[in-house]
């Protein structure tokens, strides 16, 4: 202040140039004090604090609602949308990979208590699947009648059948666009049919066709080398 104050005053311009580089030195030393503070300070609250649990789940939860945002944008046949979406934690993550274990047992099914293992050690399970989708109108034969208007789905021994095939691709687009951002985030997951298949049993979600994509924060992924 005094040096602006100096500055303001002389009629001298050698005196006043001098005054003002006087100033912005002093302006300058000052900001880069203030700088040097708060990195100190940054790196002193950082050498305290390490990535605990809580800061996993935290991250895990904040990744798992982006994966929601991709699979709810994703494009969708004519525009209609069809697609469920829900994501389960710490409890219901349990349940589900004990359920699947029951599963498997119960119907000597191949793998259940396999991926039912790596579920129970991810930290959350993002669930997505269909419900009540309408068919396009094109008449393309691909669910395996002639006529969309002769489709009707049934409730079948996992999932419910038969779907239009191009609601099935905007699931499976959805479905991709999620885990193209979990893998974005450097989160590791796999799609599982086998946690979809439990998921719907147990009415973790409303869906006619659901999968499971469960998340897993590790040094190395837990869903290969099964």
Same mark, same amino acid.
């Given at each position: 202040?005094?040096c602006?104050?100096?500055?303001? *005053?002389?009629?001298?311009?050698?005196?006043k140039i001098?005054?003002? *580089?006087?100033? !912005?030195n002093?302006i300058?030393?000052?900001?880069?004090?203030r700088?040097?503070k708060?990195?100190?300070?940054?790196?002193? *609250?950082?050498s305290?604090?390490r990535?605990?649990?809580f800061d996993?789940?935290?991250? !895990?939860?904040?990744?798992?609602?982006?994966?929601?945002?991709?699979a709810?944008?994703?494009?969708?046949?004519?525009?209609?949308?069809?697609?469920?979406i829900?994501?389960i934690?710490?409890?219901?993550?349990?349940?589900?990979?004990e359920?699947?274990?029951?599963?498997?047992e119960?119907?000597s099914k191949k793998?259940?208590d396999?991926?039912?293992?790596n579920?129970?050690?991810s930290?959350?399970?993002?669930?997505?699947?269909?419900?009540?989708?309408q068919s396009l109108?094109?008449?393309?034969?691909?669910?395996g009648?002639?006529?969309c208007s002769d489709r009707?789905?049934h409730?079948?021994n996992?999932?419910?059948?038969?779907?239009?095939?191009?609601r099935?691709?905007?699931?499976?687009i959805?479905?991709?666009s999620?885990v193209?951002?979990?893998?974005?985030?450097?989160?590791?997951?796999?799609i599982?049919?086998?946690?979809?298949?439990?998921? *719907?049993?147990?009415g973790?979600?409303?869906?006619?066709?659901?999968m499971?994509i469960?998340?897993?924060?590790t040094?190395?992924?837990?869903?290969?080398?099964?």
């Amino acid at each position: 202040m005094n040096c602006i104050s100096h500055y303001l *005053k002389t009629k001298n311009e050698q005196l006043k140039i001098y005054i003002l *580089k006087l100033t !912005i030195n002093s302006i300058g030393k000052l900001a880069n004090w203030r700088i040097r503070k708060l990195i100190q300070g940054g790196i002193k *609250k950082m050498s305290n604090q390490r990535l605990s649990e809580f800061d996993i789940q935290e991250a !895990i939860k904040n990744v798992a609602n982006l994966m929601g945002v991709s699979a709810r944008t994703a494009p969708k046949s004519a525009g209609k949308d069809f697609v469920v979406i829900k994501v389960i934690y710490e409890e219901e993550v349990n349940r589900l990979a004990e359920e699947m274990v029951h599963y498997g047992e119960e119907f000597s099914k191949k793998n259940f208590d396999r991926d039912g293992d790596n579920v129970k050690n991810s930290l959350a399970v993002l669930l997505i699947g269909i419900k009540d989708a309408q068919s396009l109108g094109l008449n393309c034969g691909a669910c395996g009648y002639d006529q969309c208007s002769d489709r009707i789905s049934h409730k079948k021994n996992e999932f419910d059948g038969p779907q239009c095939a191009f609601r099935l691709l905007d699931m499976g687009i959805a479905i991709g666009s999620a885990v193209k951002t979990a893998g974005i985030m450097n989160v590791d997951n796999r799609i599982m049919y086998r946690a979809g298949v439990v998921a *719907k049993k147990m009415g973790l979600i409303n869906a006619d066709f659901v999968m499971g994509i469960p998340l897993s924060v590790t040094g190395k992924s837990i869903y290969f080398d099964r």
